[in-house]
């Protein structure tokens, strides 16, 4: 079913068509927090918190429009903002901020450390960017959106956008390239 | 562990130098991310159930409204001095005194009194805010921003029913007295003054220019009064023209009541 049609049934106060849409977009709300946070407990709770926000809010929801995704996207990094400006987090959650523990079922042993160290450098990169440039990348990257959209979830005009994910980029390099290399050297010495 | 495989249009953007298309897709493609099982969505799903929007008929919202606003105005009433409650009492007996015994001019009367019970609303709303009483009184039984509005809207409420009691008083005490003309002399000045009060309130914040807004009030309109010329001008004027003075009376007010909104709760937050 199109994402306008199971809203107008939500509307109407079906519950089998909400669970529906959230079974639709849970992965892509969870997945874009994780990438942000790098932290699966946190995760839960904000992607539980964006989708509240959103049933709350989905009468002012233009079905008109489209972009359901655009939507529920926007939710979610205005969520992940609110909790880092949070004095919440300033006072309690920045001291709980977790190891990962990515469950990796590899092929064999080497496969999975090269993979599981591949990982953390991404990971590391990414988590290392400032939020605005961090935000435009994900977007951009993990979810093919266009500038404009990005420029529309993000509250700032394309050529904003742009230049966050150029410079991001650059900075995504300089992190793993510059790991790679303390890499070379520690494996040298 | 199977990677993503990542698929993205960059053809609207630079990349920097030596960064191609396969390079970011199978850069980015490392950072997974492990899904959480069903039993998570079916918990994120359970509580959204009580957020679902009921199909409800017009008159249940309309009992939904009422309901809501008896509740906050409920909660309002008691945070209201009872200094507020007598005093502007006492003015309207006054009014309706000097009318009755020393024969005053029951339009200039009520024009000059219809507006200071809003104006001495805002009062309230404003000491409230400075004593920092607004925060404990809202402890999670009702928003800030619901206090503040309750609040105005309940001393406007209550303006409007002591302007039409003595409104009613003064046309059973004196024959001449006009009903139409009695209710556009009061509900003019009420809407402007408490427009302009507003306004002037949201402006400059403090408990002293609410003060100056009502003694400038009452400066003008006993000069008025005072000046036989202004007030033959201000009774003649016919009921189109005071029609079309109400409504941009009643526009500006409430234009200057989210503006005050605005400046008191949204600003308190923040802080």
Known sequence: ?189 | MIKEEKKFDIEEMDLPEGMTTDYLSDLFSKYTVNMPDECEIERVINSLSEYIPQKTKWYEKLYKNFKYFIERWNISLYSISHAYWIFTLCLYIFGFYIVYSNGVNPYITIMLISPLPFVLGILEVIKGREEGVLELEMSCRISNREMVFSKLTLAGIYNIILNTLLSIMLININENVDILKVTMVCLTPFTFVSAVSLYICSKTRGYYSCMACIFIWIAISFSISMSPKYINRFFSIDFFQYLLILISGVLLLIFNTKKFLKTNVLEKEVN
């Not at chain 1, 266009?146 to 991001?168: F, P």
């Open chain 1, 1 to 189: 079913m199109e994402d306008e049609a199971l809203i107008r049934e939500i509307l109407s106060g079906s519950k089998s068509a909400m669970e529906l849409l959230v079974k639709k977009y849970y992965n892509i709300v969870f997945s874009y927090i994780y990438r942000y946070s790098g932290n699966y407990h946190l995760s839960y709770d904000l992607t539980q918190e964006t989708f509240i926000k959103m049933i709350k809010a989905i009468r002012t929801f233009k079905i008109s429009d489209g972009k359901f995704k655009s939507y529920i996207l926007k939710i979610a990094v205005n969520t992940c903002k609110d909790y880092y400006k949070s004095n919440y987090y300033k006072n309690v959650g920045k001291n709980f901020e977790e190891f990962d523990d990515e469950k990796i079922s590899g092929e064999n042993v080497s496969d999975f450390f090269e993979y599981k160290e591949d990982r953390q450098k991404v990971k590391k990169a990414i988590l290392n960017l400032p939020d605005f440039q961090r935000e435009a990348i994900l977007l951009k990257f993990y979810y093919d959106m266009k500038i404009s959209e990005i420029a529309d979830i993000t509250n700032a005009n394309e050529s904003t956008v742009k230049s966050r994910i150029y410079q991001g980029l650059e900075k995504v390099r300089k992190e793993i390239e510059g790991g790679e290399k303390l890499d070379k050297r520690r494996k040298e010495i």
